[in-house]
Each structure stands twice: as C-alpha cells, then as structure tokens.
C-alpha cells in the first residue's frame, strides 16, 4: 500500500500576482502534483506551470511574489501613460487653427480672429469650442516667442565688439 505523502515546494512557498490587475492569484495543486494552476479571482486569467517558480519569472503576464510581499501598484503609472496618450491623440495647435508655422503672425492672428468669430457663445459656437481654441492660439504664440528668444541667444549682439585670440 502507497501512502501519498505531501511536501511543502518551493512552488508552494510562492504566490503569483496578475499584472493585469495587481491581484495576488490563487493557486491549485494540478490532479498529477506535477502542475500548479494559478487563478486570479479580478480578471478571471488561468496560468499553469510544472515549474512555477523558475517559468513564472519569465511571464509577462504574471509576477512572482514573495511571501509577505504587498503587490505593486502600477495605478501611477497607468495614469501618466494615460495622460500621455491622451496629449498624444489630441490634434496639434496648428492644425487647430489652420495655419503653418512659416504662416506669419498677422496670418495666424487673422485666422484665430476668423475662427473666433464662428466659434464664439455669443455667434452660436459652444463654450468648449472657444476654449480649445484659445489654448490652441496660447500654445502657438508660446511656441512662437519661445524660437524667437532661442534664435536671439544663438545670435550675437550686433553692437558688441568681436573677440580676438
């Protein structure tokens, strides 16, 4: 008669966190003993593995972590990535206002002043409308000013004497 007889693993000393939800995954003891399944109980994810400890670092999917550890928070930084696309995804200023950045000021000014016109509360246009539009003319003269005053560092005075070696 073979008795079964349980050992606690290395595998059984781990726990496996989902990095898709930072939740810390159960874990199950496969039919054989060989297998160990890990579920996570927030995304509903099954991983399985022989040799979790070794195969499991290696998962982009999951994380190993040691007894006692609290589980990360990638919340921080979903936010800023989050935040990033958005700025990525929005339309650029000069597109807003339908101008180039080899249009010349009163090009750029005429254009805001044409778009203003249409897009006012006052004129019929929506409240959120005009304010896009505004940061979008703020971002382009800030833009603007910002090359001049690089360009006139670049630049010697005009006035000032020449060094010689």
């Not at 007889?5 to 810390?24: F, G, K, N, R």
């Not at 199950?28 to 499991?56: I, Q």
Request: with cysteine; hydrophobic share 35%.
């Amino acid at each position: 008669m073979h008795r079964r007889t349980s050992t606690v693993t290395l595998e059984d000393a781990i726990a496996v966190e989902c990095m898709h939800c930072q939740v810390v995954m159960t874990s199950h003891l496969g039919t054989g003993g060989n297998v160990r399944y890990f579920h996570c109980p927030g995304c509903a994810r099954w991983v399985s593995s022989p040799y979790a400890s070794d195969v499991l670092r290696v998962d982009g999917k999951v994380r190993t972590v040691k007894p006692g550890e609290q589980p990360r928070s990638f919340n921080p930084l979903k936010g800023k990535l989050g935040a990033l696309l958005a700025k990525l995804e929005k339309p650029s200023p000069w597109g807003l206002l339908g101008v180039s950045r080899e249009d010349t000021p009163e090009r750029i000014r005429a254009r805001y002043r044409e778009l203003a016109l249409e897009r006012h509360p006052d004129r019929g246009g929506s409240e959120a409308l005009m304010r896009e539009l505004n940061e979008a003319y703020e971002a382009v003269l800030s833009e603007r000013e910002r090359a001049r005053a690089s360009r006139a560092r670049a630049l010697p005075a005009l006035g000032a004497p020449l060094r010689s070696r």
